[in-house]
């Protein structure tokens, strides 16, 4: 069974940007699509970006298009959210996320593998 495990959270100020990761084990990751999502403190949990398995289609929440890249390296199994100019806003848990086909959706219902979430602090 597919594991996520995300890391690369931490404390950031405002304008710095940060690289998270989500290493897969227990399966070939080639094999699914991934999503970031992300909860701040008293809020839903919200899409942040997705990939398709090959890497070629992606799509970001509006919120972070511009600044969030989202990124895979199958070779490594380990698919990737690089974050600039980042905003007191971003702060919360990123978690990513896998399913078996690509829709480019970033409703949490569509996706059946879960990490445990890193965190993620943007202040001075």
């Known amino acids: 069974q597919l594991q996520l495990v995300e890391s690369g959270g931490g404390l950031v100020q405002p304008g710095g940007s940060l690289r998270l990761s989500c290493a897969a084990s227990g399966d070939i990751l080639d094999y699914y699509a991934i999503g970031w999502f992300r909860q701040a403190p008293g809020k839903e949990r919200e899409g942040v970006s997705c990939?398709?398995?090959?890497?070629?289609?992606?799509n970001h929440a509006d919120s972070v298009k511009g600044r969030f890249t989202i990124s895979r390296d199958n070779a490594k199994n380990t698919v990737y959210l690089q974050m600039n100019s980042l905003k007191p806003e971003d702060t919360a848990v990123y978690y990513c996320?896998?399913?078996?086909?690509?829709?480019?959706?970033?409703?949490?219902?569509?996706?059946?593998?879960w990490g445990q979430g890193t965190q993620v602090t943007v202040s001075s």
């Open positions: 996320a896998a399913v078996s086909f690509y829709s480019g959706s970033l409703i949490e219902s569509r996706y059946d593998y």
């Open positions: 990939i398709s398995p090959s890497g070629g289609s992606t």
